[in-house]
Nanobody, 114 residues
Framework: QVQLVESGGGLVQPGGSLTLSCAAS????????MGWYRQAPGKQRELVAT???????NYADSVKGRFTISRDNARNTVYLQMNSLKPEDTAVYYC????????WGQGTQVTVSS
């Protein structure tokens, strides 16, 4: 059974930074795509960034130039470095990984507020 565990959320002031981590555990041969998604109150879940096992990266326009996604294949871990955070970045952030099927983490709250 595969489990994803996220960490690193919290409260930060506008302009601040946070780093999220998500580690997959279980019987894993290969993780094809790792990604981060977010869901703000009253809104649908949206893609933030994805990274393929070949290194291809995709960002939502709203985070380009501010967020950086990276992965550690040896640890089955994906990271999201978030800089210049804005109040509109406030959401529950979920990691997702495509392994045998798509798996989701439990979510971690990110709140950007003064």
């Amino acid at each position: 059974q595969v489990q994803l565990v996220e960490s690193g959320g919290g409260l930060v002031q506008p302009g601040g930074s946070l780093t999220l981590s998500c580690a997959a555990s279980g019987s894993i041969l290969r993780v094809y795509v790792m990604g981060w998604y977010r869901q703000a109150p009253g809104k649908q879940r949206e893609l933030v960034a994805t990274i393929g096992d070949g290194g291809s990266i995709n960002y939502a326009d709203s985070v380009k130039g501010r967020f950086t996604i990276s992965r550690d294949n040896a640890r089955n871990t994906v990271y999201l470095q978030m800089n210049s955070l804005k109040p509109e970045d406030t959401a529950v952030y979920y990691c997702g990984m495509t392994i045998y099927r798509h798996y989701w983490g439990q979510g971690t709250q990110v709140t950007v507020s003064s």
